[in-house]
């Protein structure tokens, strides 16, 4: 009993990992708190209804969370294949022979002698086949190896939902950052439109130049150019939201527009530690530590006697009806002890290669905590320097919007070159685009900081 609760190889104790003391951030951040984030639901945070409805439909049908799901049924069962090797394999046979000899055969044999030709038995047996005695905890090893992959794949499976989720967020909140880009273009075209029908006017009774005609048109011209891209973009996005969630390309419904979108106007980061147990690539990464931290275990008992156990209980009988009688029980108890003797350096190999797989996972599990960090801190400065961006942008926006407005007033009235109105208009256009985009990237940097901080999968 002493000798079956050995176990060779090194008990798994998780690596001491130091963790700052706060995130990175364009500003001190204050004292952290325990509350952060991630600690909301995905709908508390995604408050679109149309794109809810999108997250459900992805979680319910997205490929490779599909394909996720599958791994973590197939390392549960590994693990009940691994698992059973530690319990003996009983089974059960049964065989009934019927035989008929010949008197005049090769050696003739007389009536008297043979008052029967036939001759039937049967047995039945209760078999224990290799039942290995795990005094030095190789079984056991590879049972803790299997129930830690298996805790991986299902840690993977948090993880690939995280990103599905993201995913989502991301390309329908591109989708409607376009749909606002392709309204912002509509609506420059119509203008631009309503000058060039001002400048032909103005041409005609001789109060334009061919010159200024010349540039209207190419204004609706680069405005008209421009429609076309943008909805080339806005079907491809939606072909890509359709494939996350695992339909044929088709037409995504829409819901709040773009400008309306509101994610959380609190960001907490919340502990640096807390991080190492909520993020699901930080726990799959520990646990791919475990199993391999295990298999040095198995490598290691390698080195000593092997110990098993197979037999055989049952019953012989030439009538079938007594086949479980006193005189005709059978059994059978072959103990075994194997030791290796020389491998040539076999055993100890398969030693390090366990070692270096479990370095490797330590490198592993360090390198996806620091990257895990580095997420955070960068989609925290992405959400400070962005917002300052999207602020100065509406300034120069709403500059831009008056200057149009007083260029035009201008060329009208004879009083400046339609030149000036020209690059007011093209200035106007582009700022607008541009605080779209930086509108994207204010919201996007929230959906980065949520994922980074491992929400979304609870």
Known sequence: MVLAGCAVGPNYQRPQVKTPENFRAPEALPAPQAASLADLKWWEVFRDE?????IRAALAANYDLRDAVTRV???????????SNQLPQVGATGETNFTRLSREGATPLPATFLPSQNRNWGEA????LSFEVDIWGRLRRATEAARANLLSAEDYRK????TLVSDVATAYLHLRELDYELEISKA?????QDSLKLTTELQTGGLATLLDLRQSEQLVETAEQTIPVIQEQIEQTENQITLLLGQSPGEIVRGQDFMKQELPPEVPAGLPSALLERRPDILAAEQDLVAANANIGVAKAAYF???SLSGFLGGQSTELLNLFGPSRDVWNFVPQISQPVFTAGRLKSNVKIAQAGRDHALIQYEKTIQTAFTEVSDA?????????SRLKQEALVRTL???TRLAYLRYRGGVDTYLNALDADRDLFQAQLGLADIRLNELLSVVQLYKALGGGWS
Request: no cysteine.
């Open 50 to 54: 149309r794109l809810q409805d999108l």
């Open 73 to 83: 049924e197939g390392a549960r069962a590994s693990l009940g294949v691994t698992r």
């Open 125 to 128: 047996m209760l078999n224990f």
């Open 159 to 162: 993880a690939v939902v995280v």
């Open 188 to 192: 420059t075209l119509a203008s631009r």
């Open 305 to 307: 006697p092997q110990i």
């Open 380 to 388: 925290l400065i992405a959400h400070r320097r962005v917002r300052e």
């Open 401 to 403: 919007q008056d200057r």
